[in-house]
């Protein structure tokens, strides 16, 4: 079966296509079957809302191997995909992996209080 009609491709959000394209595009580009890339590599794709949960989806669901680092990530892609052979069970997937971790919580910073004169 071919990668991009596996269950595990056709259950693949957009964003989570593109970071995948920008993976392969990088791992070619460094030629030794594995890529690192750095946080700052990533915002070509998206923000972090969109990085974090599309890596966890693609190592989840057997597309990548992901190793992350607090600012890279070691990707090289992966066959394990194979092993899926039911879209709802790659739906599943899909869904767990993106649920497993909370989008970070953004603050606002609190205006500095009136200075009585």
């Not at 957009?14 to 700052?40: H, N, P, W």
């Not at 966890?56 to 092993?83: F, I, T």
Request: net charge positive.
């Amino acid at each position: 079966m071919d990668r991009l009609q596996s269950p595990a491709y056709e259950v693949l959000r957009a964003s989570s296509r593109r970071l995948l394209l920008f993976i392969e595009q990088e791992i070619a580009r460094q030629g030794d079957g594995s890529a690192v890339i750095y946080a700052d590599q990533f915002r070509v794709v998206g923000s972090i809302r969109i990085i974090v949960p599309g890596l966890d989806e693609l190592n989840a669901l057997g597309l990548l191997d992901v190793q992350r680092y607090p600012k890279r990530a070691v990707c090289k892609l992966s066959d394990r995909w194979r092993g899926i052979v039911a879209r709802h069970d790659a739906m599943d997937i899909s869904e767990a992996a993106r649920a497993k971790r909370p989008l970070p919580v953004l603050t606002q910073a609190r205006p500095a209080a009136a200075v009585s004169a």
